[in-house]
């Protein structure tokens, strides 16, 4: 069974600081692996999809990276604003039908 | 949103009585999931569908049953719940209405929380 490992589980920084959350998985024949974001109370919002073919993936101040061989991936936020104050989830899957493994998650609190 | 959308979005009800929760989506994607959501625990898949009629079991589907007569609804069913079952439920479609191809993104709704006295 994959397991899913965030870490820090949670991390307080100043505004305009970057981010680096790091994601690890037991099973490295991943398919996919998918980085979401969740606000307390709320849904989960989808921030990037890396394919296993992939080595990163950006959308705007979003990077994620991904080494399969080592288990690994990595999300990293440039020049960190109070909106991202949420909890990051990283979730890969090992099959074509997109069933997930979730880990924890990451709170991370951005101080203005 | 992906046109994804959950009823109710809040129910209490007693231990022992059937429950039906509601996942509906306006954009005709194949895949429909269930997950449930628990501190401590993360999000954990439930039950998972590939079109109508099509559903399989996930990592936690034991008393749990779920049904998909129409692409656009999964409904998931807590056939006699429990106090363990009270939960946050979440539904998701994946962005694709054809084979799976590997690059689909996954986007959930809102949830429902589930309180079984």
């Known amino acids: 069974k994959q397991e899913v490992t965030q870490i820090p589980a949670a991390l307080s920084v100043p505004e305009g600081e970057n981010l680096v959350l790091n994601c690890s998985f037991t099973d490295s024949a991943i398919y996919n692996l998918q980085w979401f974001r969740q606000d307390p109370g709320k849904g989960l919002t989808s921030l990037l999809l890396i394919q296993s073919s992939q080595r990163e993936q950006t959308s705007g101040r979003l990077n994620a990276s991904l080494d399969k061989s080592s288990g690994r991936s990595t999300l990293y936020i440039a020049a960190s604003q109070p909106g991202d104050s949420a909890t990051y989830l990283c979730?890969?899957?090992?099959?074509?039908?997109?069933?997930?493994?979730f880990g924890a998650g990451t709170q991370v609190v951005v101080t203005p | 949103d992906a046109g994804i959308t959950q009823s109710p979005r809040h129910k209490v009800t007693e231990t022992g009585t059937p429950v039906t929760l509601r996942c509906h989506q306006t954009e005709n994607h194949r895949y429909m999931y269930w997950y449930r959501q628990d501190p401590g625990h993360g999000l954990r898949l439930i039950h998972y569908?590939?079109?109508?009629?099509?559903?399989d079991k996930g990592e936690v589907s034991d008393g749990y049953s779920v049904s998909r007569s129409k692409t656009e609804d999964f409904l998931l069913t807590l056939e006699s719940a429990t106090s363990s079952q009270t939960s946050v439920y979440f539904c998701?479609?994946?962005?694709?209405?054809?084979?799976?191809?590997?690059?689909?993104?996954?986007?959930f709704g809102p949830g429902t929380r589930l309180t079984v006295l």
């Open positions: 998701a479609i994946r962005a694709t209405s054809g084979m799976p191809p590997e690059g689909n993104e996954q986007f």
């Open positions: 979730a890969p899957s090992t099959d074509s039908w997109g069933k997930f493994q």
């Open positions: 569908s590939y079109g109508v009629k099509d559903t």
